[in-house]
């Protein structure tokens, strides 16, 4: 439900994807994460490319929009949007957002897994997101200590907020 007469809303969102066990996979898809490339690491399973980083702060936008969610927005019904990238999404979503008079206050991302070791290249993740949205985000990194699927390296979760404001 859309009010016109609230100012600001805030969403969140998680994301969740394993890591691609097919060896044709693992060979052809590089894993993509916060919108980066990150060349020697195992890709993300998934419809699209899996970036869960971007995944979350899609939700998390379109949440807070009241514009739907990830699911009925890019679902897997719709082919057009197979293999696509997070870049891909985010751009959509900040037009969806525009269109319907939001502006992105801000985004933030933390991303929960053990690998890949995220700490070098948070600066360059959090400089490429913000560019795709055209607002800060933050984006961060945790492990589980070893519980859980992400714990065992099975694959990566995402968690996202974020903040739209009437235009």
Same mark, same amino acid.
Request: charged share 20%; net charge negative; aromatic share 4%.
């Given at each position: 439900? +859309?009010?016109?007469?609230?100012?600001?809303?805030?969403? *969140?969102?998680?994301?969740?994807?394993?890591?691609?066990?097919?060896? *044709? %996979?693992?060979?052809?898809?590089?894993?993509?994460?916060?919108?980066? &490339? @990150?060349?020697?690491?195992?890709? /993300?399973?998934?419809? +699209?490319?899996?970036?869960?980083?971007?995944?979350?702060?899609?939700?998390?936008?379109?949440?807070?929009?009241?514009?739907?969610?990830?699911? $009925?927005?890019?679902?897997?019904?719709?082919?057009? @949007?197979?293999? %696509?990238?997070? &870049?891909?999404? /985010?751009?959509?979503?900040?037009?969806?957002?525009?269109?319907?008079? @939001?502006?992105?206050?801000?985004?933030?991302?933390?991303?929960?897994? !053990?690998?890949? !070791?995220? %700490?070098?290249?948070?600066? &360059?993740?959090?400089?490429?997101? +913000?560019?795709?949205?055209?607002?800060?985000?933050?984006?961060?990194? $945790?492990? $589980?200590?070893?519980?859980?699927?992400?714990? !065992?390296?099975?694959?990566?979760?995402?968690?996202?907020?974020?903040?739209?404001?009437?235009?």
């Amino acid at each position: 439900m +859309s009010d016109s007469r609230i100012p600001f809303r805030v969403g *969140q969102a998680i994301d969740v994807h394993a890591f691609a066990t097919d060896p *044709q %996979a693992v060979q052809d898809k590089t894993l993509m994460l916060a919108c980066l &490339e @990150w060349p020697g690491e195992t890709p /993300l399973e998934g419809h +699209s490319d899996g970036d869960v980083a971007a995944h979350a702060a899609c939700d998390a936008l379109l949440g807070a929009s009241g514009l739907g969610e990830m699911g $009925t927005v890019f679902g897997t019904d719709r082919p057009q @949007w197979h293999g %696509a990238s997070g &870049e891909a999404f /985010l751009r959509e979503v900040v037009r969806m957002l525009d269109q319907e008079g @939001w502006a992105i206050g801000n985004v933030t991302v933390q991303v929960i897994g !053990r690998r890949p !070791r995220m %700490a070098a290249r948070l600066p &360059e993740a959090c400089a490429r997101m +913000s560019g795709i949205v055209g607002a800060p985000v933050q984006v961060s990194a $945790t492990t $589980t200590d070893g519980l859980g699927f992400t714990g !065992r390296g099975e694959g990566l979760a995402a968690i996202a907020g974020a903040l739209v404001v009437r235009r």
